[in-house]
């Protein structure tokens, strides 16, 4: 994550005191040898650390109903 916003990797620099989220559609192998689509998602957050930016990820709260976001601050 060091790298983003960087000439190298030109997207967005991520920032402390915002929401994230990211998905990725995989594909794996079942039992049967049949190609199935999986996704994953998660939320996140930056905090800044010492050593620069710390990502901290955020979880739903089921007690609550919502998601964590009080873990960043936010």
């Known amino acids: 994550m060091d790298d983003v916003g960087t000439e190298e990797n030109p997207l967005p620099a991520l920032v402390p005191g ?3 989220s990211a998905e990725v559609a ?4 079942d039992r049967s040898g049949s190609p ?3 996704w994953y998602s998660g ?3 930056m905090l800044r650390s ?3 930016f710390e990502v901290r990820q955020v979880l739903f ?3 609550r ?3 964590g976001w ?5």
């Open 18 to 20: 915002a929401e994230y």
């Open 26 to 29: 995989a594909f794996i192998v």
């Open 36 to 38: 199935v689509r999986r």
């Open 43 to 45: 939320h996140f957050c």
């Open 50 to 52: 010492e050593g620069g």
């Open 61 to 63: 709260d089921r007690r």
């Open 65 to 67: 109903g919502v998601w």
């Open 70 to 74: 009080d873990a960043c601050g936010l």
